[in-house]
Nanobody
Framework: QLQASGGGLVQAGASLRLSCAAS????????MGWFRQAPGKEREFVSA????????YYADSVKARFTISRDNAKNTVYLQMNSLKPEDTAVYYCAARGGGTSYSSYDYDYWGQGTQVTVSS
């Protein structure tokens, strides 16, 4: 089970940190990803981190603004979001994949329920 939290309503330029707590799986064996879905749009890749935390990947739209990290001792993955923009508004989902990271949502095995991020201009 994955439980995402940390979303909210903020103004442009603000920061938020999303968390995703995992239970019922061997967290350290899973690559973790963050995806987002805005109204009327398809779910899109945001960021991913390898099981060890050493390799991270970002969508071009969030590179240099977002940082993904994980704490395997706490079974939690984080997404630090800085300099938020109105176009970042979406429901953010965390996902777990047994094996390596992937940019494709179809490759992930488990999904959290999503947390809403709304950025006002």
């Amino acid at each position: 089970q994955l439980q995402a939290s940390g979303g909210g309503l903020v103004q442009a330029g603000a920061s938020l940190r999303l968390s995703c707590a995992a239970s019922g799986l061997t967290f350290s064996s899973y690559a973790m990803g963050w995806f987002r879905q805005a109204p009327g749009k398809e779910r899109e890749f945001v960021s991913a981190v390898s099981w060890s935390g050493r390799r991270t990947y970002y969508a071009d739209s969030v590179k240099a603004r977002f940082t993904i990290s994980r704490d395997n001792a706490k079974n939690t993955v984080y997404l630090q979001m800085n300099s938020l923009k109105p176009e970042d508004t979406a429901v953010y989902y965390c996902a777990a994949r047994g094996g390596g990271t992937s940019y494709s949502s179809y490759d992930y095995d488990y999904w959290g329920q999503g947390t809403q991020v709304t950025v006002s201009s």
